[in-house]
């Protein structure tokens, strides 16, 4: 996951969605472009979560996902899990926290959309079932 300084500029040519954005009503225009950025107008508010996992899962978004706004280190290990490619954090957080805050959990109960994607074990995939 890559980290955007505050103060940098987004793509210019990234898709900018509000949280209440329909992304499967969306899911040409998204597809037309390479990055889409997701806004968190406050970190209590976790739609954009649930835009990246629909994006990744139902609309097969390859692009970058971007998380911006309202972003605190602390949402960084669930921004990866979600699909997120690149988050912007807010201006008072640190890049070398949020950073470290993605080593914190080595597993999870719970694959996530992606990991099933990824050749998982099969020791670990019945595990699961």
Known sequence: MDFIPAAQALPANALLLNNTDDVLALAEEIRRHDTVVLQFPKWTDGRAYSQAVLLRGRVRYAGAIVASGDVVADMAPLLRRCGF?????????????????????????????AERHQGAPQAALHSLR
């Open 85 to 113: 490619d690149q988050v912007q954090l807010r201006a008072d957080q640190r890049i070398e926290s949020a950073q470290r805050t993605l080593g914190h959990f080595s597993s999870h109960y719970q694959r996530a959309l």
